[in-house]
């Protein structure tokens, strides 16, 4: 879980960093169900 978590945070950080920019809403919106549908 602990591991899980990480991951998220991870991803978290590159999406305010590197992807923000160069992605569209859609699949903004896409990868954070996926986020929320793994975290719980």
């Known amino acids: ?7 998220l945070i991870f ?8 992807r923000f920019r160069n992605i569209s809403n859609r699949e903004l919106i ?6 929320n549908r793994n975290g719980l």
């Open 11 to 18: 991803n978290i950080q590159n999406y305010c960093t590197l």
């Open 1 to 7: 879980m602990i591991h899980l978590l990480c991951f």
């Open 30 to 35: 896409f990868d954070i169900y996926l986020i």
